[in-house]
């Protein structure tokens, strides 16, 4: 079926010169078209909490998450380098076999295979130190919704050489061995299903999905992975299939009795926003490139999903699948959900290889990292962590010791296995969110302000191949700055309303200055007149602030 959404292009290799290969017509910035989904999934999400009388969407730290989203993609925009070039190298130099695009088989062996590869990528982000610190931006919320599943490291994509380049998104040598035989075709969708998949196991509003939870990961398995519970950590990794941490022996299931902490062991005060996935290179010498980027953004689009409370369990698709079940585990801070459930699309790869964790009942789930970081602050929940390893490198005395630091896990110190010992996990119990209360008419505002800048982004997506590289480096500068003052708004941050008064002035500035012509009047105007009346207000808030500081002087 997905191979009806295939359209052909001509790209040169060295077997046979010029060829046709097909691609999806949605691979190209697929995750940019998929957010007005998103949004309407999230919307879906909420009711389905509110009717079931559960806790909904905090606005803080989902615009936060969301803005995290927002930040990888303009790093997007920016790079598309030569790595994607490497898969296709690889297939064209050191493909085994050349199988038929058309053919079911290749679908189905590019869909395992990219799968497979997805869990030991994923197992890496949080196995390896210097991964784990661009990877801990995603299990930072203390919340677990599918807003969760958008929030990604802006650097986890750019060391991965996750890089696009026309239709076609690669993402580094994990995937390469498939590359002997899987198509580019068949790789391309299976890599879309398994993104898109991912998205709706961040939620608590499904339970289990019943026998489902066997095979896939389901938001119940998810919730585990996102744990900083001890049981939660280093659990769940599978991308669509929960089968992967199984068999390799990083399964952990949802425990009833122990309330999952969702978040990192040591979390940061604030809200402000080497992903090396070489793994999947092996998939070059007989998966196509176009298979392997379908197959590959389909599995981060599937991710999606499976950030939600709200469905409980998939009965049977639980044996095979990553369902929210099981990615709520991959999530939690509880000593049973560490490093659990890294599967996709499958949550085959976590029973196999010794990672899979059922979702207990009778504990529940504390999500977020086990030392969570209380703040809203965008770039400093984008940062602090590769921080925080290069300071324990500088500790390090030895060379040895300085690499360890680096490579293995975020657990090891000096003496101690790879990945830490047992014992000195921190056991997390259930903890008070991170929450600074703001009137109601500022969350309005910052959520106005927000929306103007997932407008000002879709415009900017759309039409960045015809603006020159320095407009384009100009306004993903001021989306980083808009997402940063949110960020800091939302932390109640001192002289924030110093930075909002300068956003304020330079959007109007800009609006004054420069030439929109394929952006609507009406838009511009409204932006324009809130923009204005919102700096005078930041303006007055600031001169009140300066005249406090004085009088405390």
Same mark, same amino acid.
């Given at each position: ?57 905090? *606005? ?438 110093? *930075? ?6 330079? *959007? ?16 511009? /105007? ?12 930041? /303006? ?14």
């Amino acid at each position: 079926m997905l191979r009806r959404c295939c359209h052909q292009i001509e790209i040169k290799t060295e077997h046979n010169g010029p060829k046709t290969v097909p691609l999806l017509k949605w691979s190209r910035d697929s995750d940019v078209m998929a957010w007005p989904y998103f949004a309407t999934f999230i919307l879906l999400e909420n009711v389905l909490l509110w009717l079931q009388r559960r806790p909904t969407f905090r *606005l803080n730290d989902g615009l936060t998450s969301l803005s995290h989203g927002l930040l990888q993609e303009c790093g997007r925009l920016l790079f598309r380098g030569g790595e994607s070039y490497v898969y296709v190298y690889v297939y064209d130099k050191f493909r085994l076999v050349e199988l038929p695009w058309d053919h079911w088989v290749t679908w189905y062996l590019a869909a395992v295979g990219v799968d497979f590869c997805y869990y030991w990528v994923h197992r890496a982000c949080h196995e390896v130190h210097i991964l784990w610190a661009q990877h801990q931006v995603h299990h930072s919320s203390e919340d677990f919704n599918l807003a969760v599943g958008l929030r990604q490291s802006v650097f986890q994509g750019w060391c991965g050489f996750v890089s696009r380049c026309g239709e076609i998104e690669l993402s580094g040598i994990f995937y390469l061995p498939l590359a002997v035989a899987i198509p580019p075709s068949h790789f391309v969708t299976h890599q879309q299903f398994n993104l898109l998949y991912q998205f709706w196991i961040h939620t608590k509003s499904v339970r289990t999905l019943g026998p489902l939870e066997v095979v896939f990961n389901t938001p119940q398995h998810h919730r585990v992975h996102h744990g900083a519970n001890i049981y939660c950590l280093d659990k769940n990794y599978g991308g669509v299939l929960i089968i992967w941490d199984r068999l390799f022996g990083t399964f952990a299931e949802e425990r009833q009795d122990e309330e999952i902490v969702y978040g990192l062991v040591m979390n940061q005060p604030s809200f402000n926003l080497l992903h090396l996935q070489i793994f999947y290179l092996p998939l070059a010498v007989a998966i196509p490139p176009s298979h392997f980027v379908t197959h590959q953004q389909f599995n981060l689009l599937y991710q999606f999903w499976i950030h939600t409370k709200s469905v409980r369990t998939l009965g049977p698709l639980e044996v095979v699948f990553n369902t929210p079940q099981h990615h709520r585990v991959h999530h939690g801070a509880n000593i049973y959900c560490l490093d659990k459930n890294y599967g996709g699309v499958l949550i085959i790869w976590d029973r196999l290889f010794g990672t899979f964790a059922e979702e207990r009942q009778d504990e529940e789930i504390v999500y977020g990292l086990v030392m969570n970081q209380p703040s809203f602050n965008l770039l400093h929940l984008q940062t602090f962590y590769t921080l925080h390893v290069a300071e324990k490198f500088k500790q390090m005395t030895s060379w040895q010791d300085k690499l360890a630091a680096i490579f293995y896990g975020p657990s090891w110190e000096p003496g101690k296995p790879r990945l830490g010992l047992e014992q000195d996990k921190i056991k997390v119990v259930a903890r008070e969110k991170y929450e600074v209360k703001l009137p109601l008419w500022c969350n309005v505002y910052l959520f106005i302000h927000f929306c103007f800048v997932v407008y000002g982004f879709q415009e900017l997506a759309a039409r960045h191949m015809s603006l020159n590289p320095v407009t384009v480096l100009a306004f993903v500068a001021y989306i980083i700055a808009s997402l940063t003052s949110i960020g800091l708004l939302f932390d109640n941050a001192p002289y924030a309303c110093v *930075l909002e008064l300068l956003r304020c002035m330079v *959007l109007v500035t800009a609006v004054q200055r420069m030439d929109f012509p394929d952006l609507d009047d009406t838009v511009l /105007l409204t932006a324009e007149v809130f923009f204005v009346l919102s700096g005078f207000f930041w /303006l007055l808030q600031s001169l009140r602030i300066l005249q406090i500081s004085a009088k405390a002087a």
